[in-house]
């Protein structure tokens, strides 16, 4: 009973916290890394757990941002109803401890939890449709994994901005770009330190995102057929310290970023699942 007051207290005063903040936003009071959404799939007729009510994006997705950063539902521009969810970054500096390792800055992230479980190889391609309000900065792809699908080596795999937007791109209308991440395409890299072969930890499976090097999945796959997909906290570098985010992550900036910064996403394709603007402008 007592664990279950203190959680409940913890959570009220987050949302107080962040309410006095929406308030009194010309004082300077940051979210210091909340996340407004468990990264939980809500079974039946059942809501998200939302710990911010702002926020309006589709059941299942869920805005991770890490201190002056966001995700929501916006109008686009393409018509006076349409609609598109919107990655922002704000120009700004925070105080450390936001991020996994260092760093002041500044990153959007979109989450997906529809996936926790799921494995590695029943993915499929990855697409999504983003026209960038600035340039400058590209949408990333990552995928929180499990690899061993036991909870006991969570890695990060991220398709970069260079690697989503060096080819493979159709323009969508409209001003946006339709990028694609298939498992089988050279685009991907682990966040922090390369992944080995658990046979022969002398064989670099997936490079560490430092370099230029990227590699498909293939033998990542092979080597841990297991792997899944997992709604987690990570040990990441640059991801949200101590904190849950879903498996299927769409980002924008990182722990260093103190720019401005937007993108909207319009559609996406995981595998044989689509998600449009068209259902989401229904709701």
Known sequence: MRNTFIAFWRRSFSSLTIAM???SLLAGCGR???IYSDPI?????EEPRLIDGRKSLPPGFFDHSVNQASVEMSLDGTTDRSVAIRLITWPERNRDHAFNGSGRGNRALLGIAHYSGRKLSEIGNISFDAKLIVPAHNVELLLVT???CDGSDIRVLIADADALSS???????DGYIRYRAGLNDQKWKALDNPIM???NPAIELIPDASGLDAADLTALIDAYPNACI???????SEMPRELPVSGVLFSLGHNMHIDYAGAFIRRIEIGTDVYDSSDWSAQ
């Open 146 to 148: 499990d690899l061993y």
């Open 230 to 236: 997992r709604n987690s906290v990570t040990k990441e």
């Open 41 to 45: 799939v809500p079974s039946g007729d």
């Open 21 to 23: 903040c929406a308030i």
């Open 32 to 34: 210091d890394n909340k």
């Open 197 to 199: 072969d658990p046979e």
């Open 167 to 173: 080819f493979d791109v159709d323009l969508a209308g």
